[in-house]
């Protein structure tokens, strides 16, 4: 049996470390969704509980309309992932394959964005959509989300590994730049766009401070804001509002299980070039 060395030994160790320290709240979660009122509330926390009560599952859905909120979940994340799409794929390709005045420094004016923490323009953004008449819509929901600059980066570094030789040999053809761009660039950037899918729909899905702050009924609040309105109107309740939370985690778990293959390869294939 090969021996582990002083180094690779506490390597391990360390990294055990970590990923206990971040699975141990997901494994309390876990647990307390399963937990009586009582053991829920002792103290010090109880660790597992004495008997599982799987009916808090189905009570925690039948206090609030988690229907509803999963539904309105399901709209705003599909939408922000079917625009990210397009407009990323879209301004990646003119970033990497067109040539027109100021694309670097305008490129250059994008990434800088990153650094603006997104509370600063919330505000604004808030305002904005009040004027358009948006808050409390779907809209509202969506629009902050339609694009994302961490995505056209990613597409952008996707296409500037392909070789020029394919849309090359295609403008000979007479093929235009829509043509080269849906029917020869779109495809071959599969994984990348699964790897922004996956992304955009887990950062939608778990957004809270906006949807707070743009809708004001019952019937707009998406999950998140929900699990939120549960702990307020059900205070003394942690073992509902667990069993909310495992639930609503559940249909990102199967985008990721779904996508996780194309996830790996379009990260992978992902270069730093340009």
Known sequence: MRRLSAPTLA?????????????????????????????????????????????????????????????NS???TGLAVVLQLVTCSTAAYAFARL????????????????????VVTMIPAFLLVVDLGWKGTHAALVAPFASSVWGIFL????????????????????????????????????????????FAATSTWQQFLWPLVVTDTMEMRPVSVGIALFATLHEHMP????????????????????????LVQGISLTGMKG
């Open 155 to 198: 597409l952008r570094q996707f296409f500037l590994g392909l070789p020029r030789e394919l849309e090359d040999a295609a403008r000979i053809d007479g093929a235009g730049e829509l043509t080269i761009f849906t029917r020869i660039m779109l495809p071959l950037c599969k994984p990348a766009l699964a790897t922004l899918g996956v």
């Open 74 to 76: 399901l709209i705003m």
């Open 11 to 71: 390597a391990y160790v360390a990294v055990g470390l970590v990923a206990a320290t971040m699975l141990l709240p997901l494994l309390w979660m876990l647990s307390a969704s399963l937990m009586t009122h009582g053991e829920a509330l002792s103290r010090p926390p109880r660790l597992l509980p004495q008997v599982p009560q799987w009916r808090n599952y189905a009570e925690a859905l039948r206090l609030v309309p988690f229907h509803r909120f999963f539904l």
């Open 239 to 262: 073992h509902y509002q667990m069993a909310a939370a495992v639930v609503a985690m559940v249909p990102m778990l199967i985008v990721f299980v779904v996508a996780q293959r194309h």
């Open 99 to 118: 040539r027109f005045p100021g694309s670097g420094k305008l490129f250059a004016g994008y990434l800088a964005t990153l650094m603006v923490p997104p």
